[in-house]
Structure formats: structure tokens, C-alpha cells
């Protein structure tokens, strides 16, 4: 029998539409339910294409005993992350603050009939195991409590909930200045892994944002050492593993040091952020190997996660219940097929030990496919496509159709980046571009996410408004069509005016006023991306924007200071605000004719701004101090001044 869920548009609320656990989504029907009946909240919070999600799903929702005992003794609510990341952010930092220590997905919050939290975990299994106690045994727990001690419990959520009330009040900060550049490379040597790359132990995740960060650093230093911490980290992680060799795209982590056994779902922020990457790798190294990957990037997300312009949020890491089923190869059926195909013995042979493919397998008796040379063999075309036909009589892993703001922008981003490259990605971008500001900014009003062939309803977050806002000025720089400044100026003011106050940024001001990460997570700190984005406003249309970038690093200038790996974004708005951006002036076709030679030039920090004048006029915060008359006179002026 379905419950609430199967009138809710979210795939994953959808997933749980058939449990017999009496789910409700987020609602006030939930609330008042709770209330009149004197009920404690159960709250679990996940996303279509989390493994452990669906493992609790199996274990504990779909037990009919579990279920009985909820519905009698509890309301359920269930949240999908992906629709309302303003919930789960509050709700994260519950389970932080009463385990100390981050916590993840599934979330499992228990509530007051107020919404006051008192206990937060994450998986629970059905019965003890693990050292955990068992699901059906902490809910027998609390209801007795409930039942006999409520107002134990009440005063506890009352103490929890001081603590998570948002600290208003002086900020004291710290200096920033340019040695916050040798603070970064010393604190980034310290977590670096010189052998495989990346900057943590496994679980190993990408950190696109710290590599973007040693890409600039590298162009203001030409530390040699700084490069090679990023393109080891792009080339360890191109091998095979986190990245698919045969659909092409990234996996969301790696379990292993050597980028090898991932968590086998696909995000489009990912993808979005590691095309970007590779792009930055590609411009500062001119390796192709980078450039490939970047295109795979976009050719995976184009063929798989694309409908009308936009993309789906997410593929699963399951299939039929089984994690990374489609896209592991026993050593047999590869041997068999290459054979069937052409191959003989030796050639067989050569290709399995160059693609990792052994009779034991590398992932539980299986082979996920590795180039562990990165070499570009002369049989890797044909051998690709006799692997994907194996996989297209597979079950696809569940895609999330979903379309969400600030993921898509950070995808159509990197297609704009490309299309500099490339001249063929740039009717892609503008399409996309398009597509999402006719989908998600309707009547002045921005939203976050919605399922596609739906009209959105959830209202934007500061992600939407930041990574919109710097994906329309990466489209300014793109194509020097002022209708995507002036676009990206009016959601910055928005952004302002909804998010702002003295310097901290707001992640959302709704039911639950969440302030903005400062250290890159999942993805970089939405309130990075918005001040680098008023940086560029600052340098291209008014002074005004800048001061309010200077305010929100002063704000959180001790914590970049202090740990700058973790803050690598705001790092580079840092480095930025000191160094100053440099802005070039001159008519579009010029500023058009100039952008392949720009990438030569050891300074990340260039933009260009159309303006009338023929000739090219170069200008920083405080002047224009330099002028030429051609392409070359000024390549030859912008050289003098960096190396000085």
C-alpha cells in the first residue's frame, strides 16, 4: 500500500512511496499530526543515488515489524537533500554538534512535536551490530522515554536548540595578505599524497577547488612544485576507477588511496567541477591528455544526463541492488569479446594486462577497467566499444531527473570554458544557459531544483544565486554579450539583499536561517563563489561589489587564514582582492581575437570588459595605466608587467 510520498515529484521520495513505514514529506499535515497526537518526529533525510540510503531502505524501512512500531509511536518524515538542501544543512549540524563529528547520509534525526532535535545518527541497522544498537531497539528506547520521562527529552532539545541558534555579534578578523600564498603551499604539502595525489586519506574525494587554487598559484609563482600536486592529482585520478573509462565521467570518491574502487555514483557537480579542472590543467600545461578528459566529461554528460538542454542531477551507485554492478567486467566475458571481435591470443593478452583485467579481479572478484600508463593505445577505440556494448545489455543505473540550479551552472559553465577551446560547445552552452534561466528564473524570482516537465516551486538558495551568478560572467568572458553581465549583476544584487548582513553570508533565510559553509565541501562554499563572483562585478562595473567581497573575507578571514586547505575558494577571493584583477577594454571582435593568447600569460586573474574604444586600454582598480594600439604591442606590454 503507497503512503504520502507517491504524490511528491522528488525520484527519491518516490523510491519510498511503497515502504509500509507511514511516511509523510516535509508538511504541516506532518507537524500537526505530531502535535495533536503527542508524537515524537522521526526524520530521515537521503538522495535518489546514496548506497546507504538504499541499504536502509532495504533493511529497516522495508521491515513490516519496524514499520508497525513507527507508525504506531512516531511520525516519519522523509526529506530528499538534493530538493531541500536548507533541512539537511541544519540538520547536519545537529548531528555535528551532538556527535561531534560530521555526519552524512542517510541522516536519521528524532524530533520533539516541535521540531526540537534530540538524538542524530546516520545508517542505523535494523538490529544491533557494528557496536550500534539496532533501529527497532533505539525506537523502543525512545518511545519509552517519551512515554514515561518527555520532559527529560523536552530539556535536552531545549539545550540543543540554544546551541544551534545562528551567533550574531562582532567578528574579529585577521590580516590578509600575500603570505597567505606560502601558507597555502605549505599547509597543501602537509595533506598532499605525492605518490597517488589528492589531499586526504580514503575515503579520497576530488577537491577541484584546491586544484584550481595550485593551477593559479602555480601561473603567479611557476612553483613547479605546485603544479605537479595538481596535474599528479588529475592524472592518478584519470587512470580508471573514480573515472569511468568506458561511459566516460567521475564517480563521487574514491574508497581507496589509488583513485581505484569508487562510491559508484555520478553527481553533476562533480562532472561540472572536474571538467573545469581539466580545462585549467589543459590552458596552463597544454597536455591534450587533460583536454580529453574534459571532452569525456561532456560527452558522458550529453549522452546520459542531458534532456532539453538541461541535467539530471545524479546517477545511482545501484543496480538492482547491487553497488557498481553495470560497470564491472568479469575477466571472462572481456577475454571472450575481444576474441569474438578480431583479437588474437597475444593482442588479448596485452590489452587485459594494459586495461587491469585479471582473472581475481580488483573489485570483489570482478575488474573495474584502469589504465594504470595512461597510455593512449592504438586499440583503445575499438576495445572501448566492444566494453560498452557489454554494458548495453545491462540495467542502467537510476538517474535522478531532477534539474538543480547551481548544478547545472556549474556544468554549463565548464561548456562555456570549453567552447573557448572548442568553437563546438559554445551553441551548447548558450542553449543550456538559456534553458535553465527559462526553466528556474521566473517573475524575478530564482528557484533550486525541480523535476523536469515541472514547474519549480522551492525557491533558490545562495548556491543557486552564486554559481548562476558565475556561470553568467564566465559567459560575459564567453561570448562579450553584455545581456549576461547585466543578468549576472541583478542576481548578485538579489543574492545581496537576500543573503547578506555585515560581511556573513546566509546559506538560506526560510524555516530554518542556515549560515553559509565557508570551507569547500561536497562542492566550493557557495559563499566563495558568490564573493569571487563580486569581485568580478567589482572590477568590471562598480567598486561597490568589491567592498562587500573585502567585508565577507574580513568576516571569515581567521578560518581561511588558519586552515586555507579547507578554504581553498576563499582563498583565491583572497589572492585576489590583493593581487587585483586586471581588466582589459576593447571592442568585442578585438577582445575576441585576443582570448587564445591571453592563457600565455603567467596571471590567472584577467578580464575582459567590451568598451568602444578600438584601441585596447588596460586598467586595474585604481587606473588605467597602459594603452596599444594592437594585439601584439599590448601581449608584449601585459608580459613586461608580470615579470616584474
Known sequence: MSNRLKYEDSPYLQQHAENPVDWYPWCAEAFEKAKKENKPIFLSIGYSSCHWCHVMEHEVFENEEIAEYLNKYFVSIKVDREERPDIDKHFQSVHQLLNQRPGGWPASIFLTPDLKPFFAGTYIPPVRKYN?????????????????????????????????????????????????????????????????????????????????????????????????????????????????????????????????????????????????????????????????????IIMFMKDKMMQDNLFYSASDADTEGEEGKYFVYSYDEVKNALKQNGFDEPEVKEILNALSITPEGNFEGKNIVRNEKLESYEWWTKVRRILKLIRASRTYPFIDKKVITSWNAMMIKSLFMASEINERYLRNAKQSLQALLDLMFKDNTLYHSVLIGKTPTIEAFLEDYAYLCDTLLQAYQTTMDESYLVTAQKIAEQAIDLFYESGKWYFSKGEFPTEADLS?????????????????????????????????????????????????????????????????????????????????????????????????????????????????????????????
Not at 520532559?151 to 550574531?168: C, H, M, S
Not at 606560502?182 to 599524497?193: E, Q, V
Not at 566516460?248 to 581505484?260: A, P, V
Not at 591571453?598 to 582598480?621: A, G, M, R, T
Open 520 to 644: 569547500d565541501s561536497s562542492y566550493p562554499s557557495s559563499a566563495a563563489i558568490m564573493t569571487n563572483a563580486l569581485l568580478t562585478l567589482g572590477a568590471l562595473l562598480d567598486t561597490r561589489y568589491r567592498e562587500i567581497a573585502y567585508r565577507s573575507m574580513e568576516y571569515s578571514s581567521i578560518k581561511i587564514v588558519k586552515y586555507p586547505v579547507w578554504h581553498a575558494a576563499f582563498v583565491k577571493a583572497v589572492i585576489r582582492y590583493l593581487k587585483e584583477d586586471i581588466v582589459i577594454k576593447s571592442t568585442p571582435s578585438n577582445l575576441n581575437e585576443l582570448k587564445s593568447s591571453i592563457n600565455d600569460l603567467q596571471f590567472p586573474y584577467i578580464l575582459l570588459k567590451s568598451d568602444e574604444n578600438h584601441n585596447y586600454l588596460v586598467c586595474n582598480q585604481q587606473s588605467c595605466f597602459a594603452n596599444a594600439t594592437s594585439s601584439e604591442e599590448l601581449l608584449q606590454t601585459l608580459k613586461s608587467i608580470f615579470q616584474k
Open 132 to 296: 550500534m544498537m539496532g533501529f527497532l531497539e533505539l525506537i523502543e528506547v525512545i518511545h519509552k522515554k517519551w512515554s514515561s520521562e518527555p520532559e527529560t527529552i523536552v530539556k535536552n532539545a531545549d539545550e540543543i536548540q540554544r546551541f544551534l541558534q545562528p551567533k550574531d555579534g562582532p567578528v574579529k578578523a585577521t590580516p590578509l595578505d600575500l603570505t597567505i600564498i606560502d601558507r597555502t603551499i605549505d599547509k597543501t604539502k602537509d595533506s598532499y599524497d605525492p605518490v597517488y595525489g589528492g589531499f586526504s586519506k580514503a575515503p579520497k574525494f576530488p577537491h577541484s577547488s584546491t586544484i584550481n587554487l595550485l593551477l593559479d598559484i602555480y601561473q603567479l609563482t611557476e612553483n613547479d612544485e605546485v603544479l605537479n600536486m595538481a596535474i599528479n592529482t588529475l592524472k592518478n585520478m584519470a587512470k580508471g576507477g573514480i573515472y569511468d573509462l568506458i561511459d566516460g565521467g567521475f564517480c563521487r570518491y574514491s574508497t581507496d588511496d589509488f583513485w581505484l574502487v569508487p562510491h559508484f555514483e555520478k553527481m553533476t557537480y562533480d562532472n561540472g567541477l572536474l571538467s573545469e579542472s581539466y580545462l585549467r590543467a589543459y590552458r596552463v600545461t597544454g597536455d591534450p591528455l587533460f583536454l580529453h578528459i574534459a571532452e569525456d
